[in-house]
């Protein structure tokens, strides 16, 4: 009895050593592969560059100093003190006051040509004061607030069945023209092929984004329509320049001369795609001034890495997320041909590295992915040239490391001319800057395709990707079935960034002005219209009379002060989103708020 | 008259029989049974094209028509049709592809050479990890017993719990995708069937007279277990082995074509599936082949696999 005890005993003392020491072994097995995976950066240096591998002292990590807000709100006016404008407060907006019952004030700090293009986008949607106090706190946002937007556009949201649609009924109250189709039902697929099936099987109405290879098919089918988009973005091939040997510019240099776009385009492209001259596309003012790009040559290209210090080559990652965009169609093709391009131009090895999308993003950037390079673009939001320059090169944007003053000063100078002629000198020095100094290769502006079944009238295919359903008539039937290539995240609507999201928002809330049907101007919107002064600082909206949000109350001015208020006044116990970033209003306008300590 | 004589009297009227291995009565069965044989055809003819793959594939498979020096530029289009000359289907001054030209403007057909190697190399270095493993694991713990076979074979048995490709897909997350990692994950997952076929011959093979007789002239415990034992427990194994490859290059391809095991430009075949999945219909040819070489290839494991687990089964000694 006494031994058998014993025996147990031992049993279960061993049982869980054993089981203890797998649980360490597993756990240290973890602990010694994060960091290979998170923090490439830290190893890159000693792998990756021969010549020299500085060892980077841990440097401690600062402790993160909150920023101060310094907005003030009663209701009805939204300001920070004007002399803020001139101190550390970054933002463009000083104040935004209702001055009566139907007009708003946008007081400026600088002056700014594309306000109306800017105010037109619709984040800066307009919500009723109320339900913004009311699904809105200190605490965490109700699912209400996410899932069903009110606002006072022609559908609202009626049903979202997660994983598989979202349902909008027409607005029978809505100010403008009537909706065509009663219902409104968007659903989406990651496939081309899956979408494409669809809509030959008549089970959708239109798609978005058809397949290259489906252009054909859909021209050549009499019970199909395809609108082509135009191309109003750029595919850029990002480098961030903070680790050898991309801190070389010659290196850049030759890595944009050693990559044929031209051929990149015709094999991967649908039609109406061009080659990128510049970053900008040429259809917006000033885009395309300068210099155009590099032109395709492996000897120059060869020759500049070796004067880098790189005869043979270097081994480095070539990153993407794997995920269809008008500018990139098909990004594991041409992530594969820039990686067989790379190889065969400058013997450079490219260890192909697919990131889920958010995490990609992420990581790009706030440049964090320094030990290669990375494969994303930009869709205009607004079209202006800011929308494409400052945004990327500004001197606060880290995603291509360390910016360069030969165009960052001269950047914020040509954004506060409003005449694109006047600034015309300014844009061809930037542009012929940035050339120099690459911190990206722009490479394409991709065009791509939206098809629709062949009744459908008014078929749209906005260039900003912003399609408003109610214009179209779904040939007489009561329902109109969207199919695009993603479920939106979340309908925060004043606080996405993604533009499958966006699209259902277009259609519910509405902002002061809006883009014309498939083109981009902006035009009066809630704003019967938006006047400026002389310099272009203060900006005068007459809003729109008679108009009722989703729930039945009336759109008035202190609607669009709170709004503002969520959206800009990082003070305010509404200023609570979706993912609490609110990129759109701090990277367009600026947060109210200025560095603490 | 000794002991010579008889046997020398016993030949003469021809009444000796020649001792016969087990392995040569496996492979007499197995050569009766035409699906092996099939089985071990179709395998014979892949190593051979996975050995000669550099000898036989037209082009590189990594390389891009577009890179390759003097290739008429009219010609290479991505998801070229396939342009056999003999078949007339298409002008002669366009090179011949027979399986067409990929996504990337690959050569199809070198790259499905080359995808022969990585897939049977995907198998046996698979199967080889988990059944060394599993083997040692699953006769120590059939041999022993005690409390080392409950925590063994308990943590097979959680081992088994999960759905192998899920499991499989968690290992790769934590490791990292790529082929390195995609192989271990299949190795892990695939070793509790091993450990389990071991210990179940182990535990029947140790109660043998044979066995206790070693252990009764002092033989120690490695060498009853290694030398005795082992050699003994070892056909349930080929066969497991045997349809275990067939189930590696499964998963390698499932695991691939979820991004998560090989990387490209490797031509992999699941990888060469997921890759064009949307171009079923306008490309056929691309999804068709590598997915057809994935069959032929598990199919050529299964049947020389269940061949060889009737072969060795001797409860069907008597047909012999």
């Known amino acids: 009895?006494?031994?058998?005890?014993?025996?147990?005993?031992?049993?279960?003392?061993?049982?869980?050593?054993?089981?203890?020491?797998?649980?360490?072994?597993?756990?240290?097995?973890?602990?010694?592969?994060?960091?290979?995976?998170?923090?490439?950066?830290?190893?890159?240096?000693?792998?990756?560059?021969?010549?020299?591998?500085?060892?980077?002292?841990?440097?401690?990590?600062?402790?993160?100093?909150?920023?101060?807000?310094?907005?003030?709100?009663?209701?009805?006016?939204?300001?920070?003190?004007?002399?803020?404008?001139?101190?550390?407060?970054?933002?463009?907006?000083?104040?935004?006051?209702?001055?009566?019952?139907?007009?708003?004030?946008?007081t400026l700090?600088?002056?700014?040509?594309?306000?109306?293009?800017k105010i037109a986008f619709n984040v800066y949607g307009i919500y009723p004061s109320e339900w913004i106090e009311a699904t809105a706190g200190d605490g965490i946002r109700t699912s209400e607030g996410l899932e069903h937007p009110i606002g006072t556009g022609p559908y609202m949201v009626s049903e979202w069945k997660r994983g598989e649609s979202v349902t909008l009924s027409a607005n029978p109250e809505y100010w403008g023209e009537a909706p065509y189709a009663e219902t409104l039902v968007f659903r989406w697929s990651t496939e081309s092929a899956a979408r494409?099936?669809?809509?030959?099987?008549?089970?959708?109405?239109?798609?978005?984004?058809?397949?290259?290879?489906?252009?054909?098919?859909?021209?050549?089918?009499?019970?199909?329509?395809?609108?082509?988009?135009?191309?109003?973005?750029?595919?850029?091939?990002?480098?961030?320049?903070?680790?050898?040997?991309?801190?070389?510019?010659?290196?850049?240099?030759?890595?944009?001369?050693?990559?044929?776009?031209?051929?990149?385009?015709?094999?991967?492209?649908?039609?109406?795609?061009?080659?990128?001259?510049?970053?900008?596309?040429?259809?917006?003012?000033?885009?395309?001034?300068?210099?155009?790009?590099?032109?395709?040559?492996?000897?120059?290209?060869?020759?500049?890495?070796?004067?880098?210090?790189?005869?043979?080559?270097?081994?480095?990652k070539l990153y993407y997320r794997d995920v269809v965009r008008g500018y990139l169609p098909q990004v594991s093709n041409v992530a594969q041909d820039i990686q067989a391009q790379l190889k065969e131009n400058l013997n450079?090895?490219?260890?192909?590295?697919?990131?889920?999308?958010g995490a990609f993003i992420e990581a790009s950037t706030s440049g964090s992915l320094t030990d290669g390079i990375y494969l994303l673009g930009w869709g205009a939001d607004y079209p202006h040239i800011t929308n494409f320059l400052d945004y990327h090169f500004g001197a606060a944007n880290p995603q291509f490391g360390t910016q360069s003053d030969t165009y960052t000063d001269l950047l914020v100078e040509g954004a506060q001319i409003g005449i694109p002629t006047e600034a015309e000198s300014i844009y061809v020095e930037i542009n012929n800057a940035i050339r120099e100094y690459v911190p990206m290769i722009p490479v394409a502006h991709g065009g791509s395709g939206v098809a629709y079944r062949a009744d459908v009238t008014n078929p749209q295919a906005s260039p900003l990707g912003t399609e408003l359903f109610y214009v179209s008539d779904p040939g007489g039937r009561d329902t109109f079935v969207w199919m695009q290539n993603a479920e939106p995240i979340s309908l925060f609507c004043a606080d996405e960034s993604d533009g499958e999201s966006l699209r259902v928002c277009e259609q519910v809330v509405e902002s002061l002005y809006t883009y014309e049907i498939n083109g981009s101007d902006a035009i009066p919107a809630l704003a019967e219209s938006c006047t400026p002064n002389e310099d272009l600082t203060v900006w005068t909206c007459a809003l729109r009379k008679g108009v009722k949000f989703h729930d039945g109350s009336d759109f008035d001015a202190a609607d669009v002060v709170a709004t503002f208020n969520m959206g800009l006044n990082i003070g305010s116990p509404f200023h609570v989103g979706n993912t609490n970033l609110w990129e759109y209003f701090d990277y367009l306008w600026g947060l109210m708020k200025k560095p603490g300590g | 008259m000794t002991q010579d004589n008889k046997v020398a009297a016993l030949d003469a009227e021809g009444l000796t029989l020649k001792s016969v291995s087990l392995w040569q009565v496996t492979w007499r069965r197995l050569f009766r049974r035409r699906s092996a044989m099939v089985g071990l055809g179709i395998l014979g003819a892949l190593i051979l094209i996975a050995f000669a793959a550099p000898l036989l594939a037209p082009y590189d498979p990594i390389r891009s028509m577009l890179d390759v020096d003097g290739y008429p530029r009219e010609f290479a289009k991505r998801r070229a049709a396939p342009c056999i000359h003999i078949m007339g289907d298409c002008p002669d001054e366009q090179p011949q592809h027979i399986m067409g030209l990929d996504g990337n403007v690959r050569d199809a057909?070198?790259?499905?050479?080359?995808?022969?190697?990585?897939?049977?190399?995907?198998?046996?270095?698979?199967?080889?990890?988990?059944?060394?493993?599993?083997?040692?694991?699953?006769?120590?713990?059939?041999?022993?017993?005690?409390?080392?076979?409950?925590?063994?074979?308990?943590?097979?048995?959680?081992?088994?719990?999960?759905?192998?490709?899920?499991?499989?897909?968690?290992?790769?997350?934590?490791?990292?995708?790529?082929?390195?990692?995609?192989?271990?994950?299949?190795?892990?997952?695939?070793?509790?069937?091993?450990?389990?076929?071991?210990?179940?011959?182990?535990?029947?093979?140790?109660?043998?007279?044979?066995?206790?007789?070693?252990?009764?002239?002092?033989?120690?415990?490695?060498?009853?277990?290694?030398?005795?034992?082992?050699?003994?427990?070892?056909?349930?194994?080929?066969?497991?082995?045997?349809?275990?490859?067939?189930?590696?290059?499964?998963?390698a391809a499932a695991l691939?074509?979820?991004?998560?095991?090989?990387?490209?430009?490797?031509?992999?075949?699941?990888?060469?599936?997921?890759?064009?999945?949307?171009?079923?219909?306008?490309?056929?040819?691309?999804?068709?082949?590598?997915?057809?070489?994935?069959?032929?290839?598990?199919?050529?494991?299964?049947?020389?696999?269940?061949?060889?687990?009737?072969?060795?089964?001797?409860?069907?000694?008597?047909?012999?």
Not at chain 1, 348 to 357: C, F, G, K, L, R
């Open chain 1, 348 to 357: 450079i090895d490219a260890e192909i590295v697919v990131m889920e999308s």
């Open chain 1, 109 to 117: 700090c600088r002056p700014d040509p594309a306000f109306l293009s």
């Open chain 1, 196 to 316: 494409m099936l669809e809509l030959q099987a008549g089970t959708v109405d239109a798609i978005d984004n058809v397949g290259p290879e489906d252009f054909e098919t859909v021209k050549n089918d009499a019970t199909l329509q395809l609108k082509e988009r135009p191309a109003l973005n750029v595919f850029y091939i990002g480098i961030t320049n903070t680790v050898a040997p991309f801190d070389n510019v010659k290196v850049r240099q030759a890595i944009a001369q050693g990559i044929d776009r031209q051929r990149i385009v015709d094999t991967f492209y649908p039609p109406g795609s061009e080659v990128a001259s510049h970053f900008t596309p040429c259809a917006i003012p000033n885009g395309c001034v300068g210099d155009a790009w590099y032109e395709f040559n492996a000897d120059a290209a060869k020759a500049l890495l070796a004067e880098a210090g790189y005869p043979d080559g270097f081994a480095m």
């Open chain 2, 109 to 251: 057909f070198s790259r499905l050479l080359y995808g022969t190697r990585i897939s049977l190399f995907i198998g046996f270095s698979t199967v080889t990890f988990a059944i060394v493993i599993g083997t040692v694991l699953g006769a120590v713990s059939g041999y022993f017993g005690g409390w080392l076979d409950n925590v063994i074979m308990r943590f097979m048995d959680v081992l088994l719990a999960f759905p192998s490709l899920l499991l499989a897909i968690a290992i790769v997350t934590v490791l990292g995708p790529g082929l390195t990692n995609a192989l271990l994950a299949i190795g892990i997952v695939s070793i509790p069937s091993y450990a389990r076929v071991v210990r179940s011959s182990v535990l029947s093979v140790r109660e043998m007279d044979y066995v206790s007789a070693t252990r009764a002239l002092g033989g120690s415990n490695f060498d009853i277990l290694f030398r005795r034992i082992l050699p003994n427990a070892l056909t349930p194994l080929i066969v497991q082995g045997t349809l275990g490859i067939a189930s590696a290059i499964l998963d």
């Open chain 1, 1 to 106: 009895m006494e031994e058998r005890t014993v025996n147990k005993k031992l049993f279960n003392l061993l049982s869980l050593l054993v089981l203890a020491s797998m649980m360490l072994a597993a756990c240290g097995g973890q602990a010694t592969e994060a960091p290979a995976t998170e923090a490439p950066a830290t190893e890159a240096p000693a792998t990756e560059a021969p010549t020299e591998a500085p060892t980077a002292a841990p440097t401690p990590e600062p402790t993160p100093i909150p920023d101060v807000p310094i907005a003030t709100f009663d209701g009805t006016s939204l300001s920070v003190p004007a002399e803020e404008c001139n101190g550390d407060y970054a933002g463009l907006i000083q104040s935004v006051v209702a001055t009566d019952a139907n007009t708003v004030t946008f």
């Open chain 2, 256 to 320: 691939s074509f979820l991004g998560l095991g090989a990387q490209p430009p490797l031509p992999e075949w699941g990888k060469m599936l997921a890759d064009e999945r949307n171009q079923v219909f306008t490309a056929p040819h691309l999804v068709f082949y590598p997915g057809f070489a994935i069959m032929l290839t598990v199919l050529a494991f299964n049947l020389l696999g269940d061949g060889l687990r009737d072969a060795l089964d001797p409860r069907l000694a008597h047909n012999t």
